[in-house]
């Protein structure tokens, strides 16, 4: 544990982690930053409260358009943090230039999860997901997985979440960010 805390040649200075809404980031990440011995940091966390308002609220009152902004905004100052683990929102990566312009020394990752598996733990979660309220959320949350992918693509390892527990997930991680693997461990759904 913390051997990316306690060296103080890591190579990474932080980590992000990027995917679909009820991927895990916020549940791998708050298990990696306790790994680490570094922060979490969550985006959407820190949009509500620079904005004094949850994140549904902010879509139904000020609209998409906004959210992106200030996302955006949020984003680019998370990143200069050191020794913290990142949970960018669903769609941060999709901005022009989010995920190809990386601050240096910043490990991405992927974290893959199947449309129905998403929706699924958004629902027991109990949260309000703006963009997939409708009829048939699993189909828009396929829809929009599909048009997020090419840009979830370019982060720096994947892996599958479906089936696996957080802590699994965070110690695969943890052991390419601390030094111990030299090369990350890629693992995609098909």
């Known amino acids: 544990m913390g051997s990316a805390e306690l060296s103080g040649s890591a190579p990474f200075d932080r980590v992000l982690l990027v995917g679909f809404m009820g991927s895990g980031k916020t549940a791998v990440g708050q298990a990696l930053a306790t790994r680490l011995g570094w922060r979490f940091i969550d985006f959407d966390r820190e949009i509500e409260i620079q904005c004094g308002r949850d994140v549904a609220s902010i879509f139904h009152d000020k609209g998409e358009s906004y959210f ?22 669903g769609g941060w990566p999709t901005h022009p230039g989010h995920m190809e312009y990386l601050a240096a020394r910043t490990f991405s990752v992927w974290l893959q999860v199947t449309a129905g598996e998403a929706v699924r733990r958004i629902a027991l979660d109990g949260a309000t997901r703006p963009l997939l309220q409708g009829a048939d959320p699993v189909g828009r949350a396929d829809e929009l997985m599909r048009d997020r992918e090419k840009w979830y693509a370019l982060a720096s390892m994947a892996l599958t979440t479906d089936d696996r527990e957080p802590t699994a997930l965070a110690g695969e991680i943890a052991k390419y960010v601390s030094g111990e693997t030299s090369h990350p461990i890629t693992r995609t759904g098909s």
């Open 68 to 89: 992106r902004e200030v996302e955006s905004e949020v984003g680019q100052r998370c990143l200069e943090v050191t020794g913290a683990v990142l949970a960018s929102g």
